[in-house]
């Protein structure tokens, strides 16, 4: 008959079951035939299976790294590689200090919570963590790439479609379908009209019944931004160009569009309720 004072055998396995030591590190790979760097930073996962004193070694997966990156190490038991034929315990495991495994130095840096309270139970604290140096491919990675030529690209596509945004949103909401209408002329009647909501202009022509004309097409400039110093510029060169406002108009100014005179002589009443 078993004693009740003595004590239920417990195996290893059983009681130290799922209990798992995690730490966090990195090793220097050496980078051959690229100008860009010399070493990679790769960050590792080294986990400890008490049960059974295995190790295994994640790599965590980045996006568009170059390289394989999961499973770096399958569970199994690691030797130390002093050669004294011992297994890796938990006493290597020690955050700040390297340990070799397979040829890998990993520089041990930081470990979990569960991990600092099993070294600290156990009378062996842990250090603090170590921050993990930044490889010129992190740095490029976390670069702050412009894309302004892919925005004003995209500006351009949307508004050439009859989309796009205006720059000022408060002006395009605050004058929306307003529009002023000028009588010019330039060789014969025309009518200028300025639309307050983005400044634009577009020139027609005034056509009456049997003069002799087509009909169908009155538009002389389309509307566009009337730049007050036509140039053309070279390919790919930008120029900042300043464009005609509506309190640059005038009576019976002489007005240049592109190249073309054109003489205001009067407006509609609500073009001169709006400037009075």
Not at 77 to 103: E, F, H, W
Not at 110 to 115: E, F, H, K, L, S
Not at 166 to 180: S, Y
Not at 234 to 239: D, E, I
Request: overall charge negative.
């Amino acid at each position: 008959m078993i004693s009740e004072s003595s004590e239920q055998f417990e195996p290893t396995f059983v009681k130290l079951d799922r209990q798992v030591l995690r730490f966090m590190g990195y090793f220097k790979e050496h980078v051959t035939e690229s100008s860009f760097e010399n070493n990679r930073i790769r960050q590792m996962i080294v986990l400890y299976y008490l049960e059974d004193e295995t190790v295994s070694i994640i790599e965590p997966r980045e996006m568009n790294s170059g390289v394989p990156q999961g499973a770096f190490l399958k569970r199994q038991i690691v030797m130390k590689a002093d050669g004294s034929g011992q297994c890796v315990g938990p006493r290597d495991l020690i955050v700040g200090t390297n340990i070799m495994i397979y040829g890998k130095n990993i520089r041990l840096t930081d470990c979990d919570g569960y991990t600092r309270d099993f070294y600290a139970h156990n009378g062996i604290p842990q250090a603090a963590a170590e921050a993990v140096p930044a490889d010129n491919f992190i740095a490029k990675k976390t670069e702050v790439v412009s894309n302004e030529k892919d925005a004003m690209m995209k500006n351009f596509l949307e508004k050439s479609l009859g989309g796009g945004k205006p720059a000022n949103w408060k002006q395009f909401l605050d004058h929306d379908r307003k529009v002023l209408r000028f009588f010019c002329s330039s060789g014969e009647p025309f009518t200028m009209h300025y639309y307050l909501a983005d400044n634009t202009i577009e020139i027609l022509e005034m056509r009456h019944p049997n003069n002799g004309k087509d009909q169908a097409f009155s538009t002389l400039l389309r509307r566009c931004k009337l730049p007050k110093r036509f140039a053309i510029g070279q390919p790919g060169n930008s120029v900042e160009e300043e464009f005609l406002l509506d309190s640059e108009i005038e009576p019976d100014m002489a007005l240049t569009v592109f190249g073309r005179v054109f003489i205001i002589h009067s407006a509609d009443q609500h073009t001169i309720d709006y400037y009075n």
